[in-house]
């Protein structure tokens, strides 16, 4: 059972009669019959008692009646809505970020855009970004902010900042009292590393791999703000985002090391689904942050490529 079906039901019910429907629908009367007769094959009833030109409703037909006009209604409603100017996007929406976006990056972006469209319910999932891909692959966040690169055919993503990640450790480390350390020096010591299926984590992996230098780790963390935590009270050395540990830095809670062959750069971005539309009001918060970041453009000429494909 199809929604042409009811269609063509609700119409006879209405006029009385399978050619005044089909005039009603603007079809011709043998469509209507031939809708109404695959409809009853598909209950397995018949709706409509046939008595020369009168037609009635059986007590099967007066169920589905029923059924039907809600459905009509249902359908009438949901048209009214989307015609609204935002108006899915007015019961709100998800998007997700890794944390160190939500805390040093998006903060006034988006409080701007709460204050300006206090009618749409933002949700924030903060996570690392395997996580964040795999909601965007679920259709459970519209778009993340995540590290960057991140290879997958399936998602489409657009570099914001760059970000570069030093060696970084507590104030009274003995290295503190060294113009630079070599990787072997490093490797000695308690690192302190993202977790193995990060992005930052890989590049410090690689980096070793390269070296044929096998480090020692100590511990292993999603989150760059208790990590920070854990270098700052010596329990281990790090390489962390600059966002993240610059006011500690600046406080002398914490202090950079020079590793000339120890560094890295990571990229904060945006991911989304291929081919993912976006209404108007997610459009503007994406728009907002590419704007903070200059890449606005890139953004939009993205979003046209995407059509054109």
Not at 275 to 298: N, Q, S
């Amino acid at each position: 059972m199809n929604l042409h079906h009811l269609r063509y039901f609700l119409a006879i019910t209405r006029t009385g009669g399978f050619t005044l429907a089909a005039r009603t629908l603007n079809v011709t009367q043998p469509t209507v019959s031939s809708g109404i007769a695959e409809l009853e094959r598909i209950l397995g009833v018949k709706v409509f008692n046939r008595s020369g030109h009168s037609v009635d409703l059986t007590m099967e037909g007066r169920t589905l009646l029923n059924y039907a006009l809600q459905i009509e209604d249902l359908i009438n409603e949901a048209e009214e809505s989307l015609r609204q100017p935002n108006s899915v996007e007015n019961q709100g929406f998800q998007f997700g970020a890794i944390d160190a976006a939500v805390i040093y990056l998006l903060p006034d972006v988006l409080q701007a855009y709460r204050d300006t469209n206090p009618h749409i319910e933002l949700s924030t999932q903060v996570a690392p970004s395997q996580y964040l891909v795999e909601e965007l692959l679920t259709n459970r966040s519209e778009f993340a902010v995540i590290t960057l690169p991140y290879e997958d055919p399936r998602i489409m993503t657009l570099s914001l900042v760059k970000d570069e990640m030093p060696l970084v450790v507590g104030p009274d480390h003995h290295f503190t009292k060294r113009n630079k350390v070599s990787p072997n020096a490093v490797a000695l010591e308690s690192l302190i590393l993202f977790h193995k299926d990060s992005v930052s984590r890989k590049l410090v992996d690689e980096r070793f791999s390269e070296l044929g230098i096998t480090p020692r780790v100590a511990m292993e963390m999603r989150s760059p703000e208790a990590m920070r935590k854990l270098v700052e009270s010596g329990l281990g050395i790090s390489f962390l985002p600059q966002i993240t540990v610059s006011e500690s830095v600046a406080t002398g809670a914490l202090c950079t090391v020079s590793a000339p062959q120890l560094r890295f750069e990571r990229e904060i971005g945006l991911g989304w689904r291929k081919g993912r539309y976006f209404g108007p009001a997610i459009r503007d918060l994406i728009e907002a942050i590419t704007d903070k970041f200059g890449k606005v453009e890139e953004w939009r000429n993205s979003q046209l490529s995407n059509l054109e494909r």
